[in-house]
Structure formats: structure tokens, C-alpha cells
């Protein structure tokens, strides 16, 4: 069966840094492109960005390059997406999700970050 | 970037009745179009891919259409557990766009 299963919710305060993780098992993770998406409270879905855990290739949206780092570490089937000083326009949810071709077919249960002085 | 232009933004139907959503996009995608659906405090679920494709496992009161810059997204007869918001993405060269979302609610 295949699962993505995030690490759990995180309360963090202004200027502090922030690694969320994004466990995939049942399926080759080397194989199928991660991507990570965003949903602040109460607004729809943003693309953050996408990668390649086979190759560690990646790519961002532009509104987010810069923001946020996406990595992976294939030895543990893991994905992550990271800030180094978080804001309070940061809180959101954040899900990631498996991209076999087009639509993302598999989903994480979302890691809730709060951003809170 | 690609820009997804969805309508309408919110939508109230009643059981049975035969529901549509557009999406448009900034410029000709082909059909490389997904739809997804999105249930209070859930993550979303991919129901067609590439603007016509019924994922495994989905009703088939459920359907997509179009081509290029205009797409459709058409529940046949709405149940009620359909209730939820609904999300057109486009992807082009994995770069990926959602649109605002249309929120269906029972009337």
C-alpha cells in the first residue's frame, strides 16, 4: 500500500528554522517526483515546489524559490522541505504529495506549522 | 507562469442536479489539466488527470473535458457526500498551477 505519512505538527516562533518531512513507503520512492504544497488557513491549494528523489532534481515556483529548500534522502525514503527563518505568513498546512505523471496520486495527511511569537 | 482562472467560485446545487465548473488557462496547456476534490480537514483527492482520465477508483458520476485553454469538470448527479471544494491544477515542464477553488455546498 502505498503511503506518504508527514512528520506531525510544529508551533515555532518568528525567525526560528523549521525542517518538515514527508515519509514514503509501499512504492519505489526513487522513481516518482515528491511535491509539496501549501494551504493557509481558510485559502486554497499553492504548488511550492517538486523533486526527484532519484536525482535530487528539483524545482520551485517562483513564489517560493528562495522562500523554502526541498531535499530528500533516499536511503530513508524521505522527502523535506525546510525554512531558515520562518514568518508568521508561514503558518499554514503543508502537504506533500507523489507525482507518478500529472496529477499527484498519493497524499500526505498534511503537517499543520504555526508561527506564533 | 501559467495562471488558472476557475468559476465560480462557490456553487450550491441540490442532490441529483447535474453540477459544472470551468477552468480556463492563461495559455494553451493541452490537456494536461487535473481536477481534485477536497473534503473539510482532508487532503485533496485526485479525481481525473489529464482532463479526461478517471483515476482508479472514482465514481463515474464524475468527468472532465477540453483542450488547450478551456476545461470542464461535470459531476453528473450530485450525491451528497460530494460536498467539498474543488481544485483545477494545470502542469506544464513540472511546473505546476492550482486554481482558487469552487466550494459546492448542498441546497
Known amino acids: 500500500e502505498v503511503q506518504l505519512v508527514q512528520s506531525g505538527a510544529e508551533v515555532k516562533k518568528p525567525g526560528e528554522s523549521l525542517k518538515i518531512s514527508c515519509k514514503g513507503s509501499g512504492y519505489s520512492f526513487t522513481s516518482y517526483w515528491i511535491g509539496w504544497v501549501r494551504q493557509m488557513p481558510g485559502k486554497g491549494l499553492e504548488w511550492m515546489g517538486i523533486?526527484?528523489?532519484?536525482?535530487?532534481?528539483?524545482r520551485y515556483s517562483p513564489s517560493f524559490q528562495g522562500q523554502v529548500t526541498i531535499s530528500a534522502d533516499k536511503s530513508i525514503s524521505t522527502a523535506y522541505l525546510q525554512w531558515s527563518s520562518l514568518k508568521a505568513s508561514d503558518t499554514a498546512m503543508y502537504y506533500c504529495a507523489r507525482q507518478p505523471t500529472g496529477g499527484f496520486d498519493y497524499w500526505g495527511q498534511g503537517t499543520l506549522v504555526t508561527v506564533s511569537s | 507562469d501559467i495562471q488558472m482562472t476557475q468559476s465560480p467560485s462557490s456553487l450550491s446545487a441540490s442532490v441529483g442536479d447535474r453540477v459544472t465548473i470551468t477552468c480556463q488557462a492563461s495559455q494553451d496547456i493541452s490537456n494536461y489539466l487535473n481536477w481534485y476534490q477536497q473534503k473539510p480537514g482532508k487532503a485533496p483527492k485526485l479525481l481525473i488527470y489529464d482532463a479526461s482520465n478517471l483515476e482508479t477508483g472514482v465514481p463515474s458520476r464524475f468527468s472532465g473535458s477540453g483542450s488547450g485553454t478551456d476545461f470542464t469538470f461535470t459531476i453528473s448527479s450530485l450525491q451528497p457526500e460530494d460536498i467539498a471544494t474543488y481544485y483545477c491544477q494545470q502542469y506544464d515542464n513540472l511546473m505546476y498551477t492550482f486554481g482558487q477553488g469552487t466550494k459546492l455546498e448542498i441546497k
Open positions: 523533486i526527484y528523489p532519484g536525482d535530487s532534481d528539483t
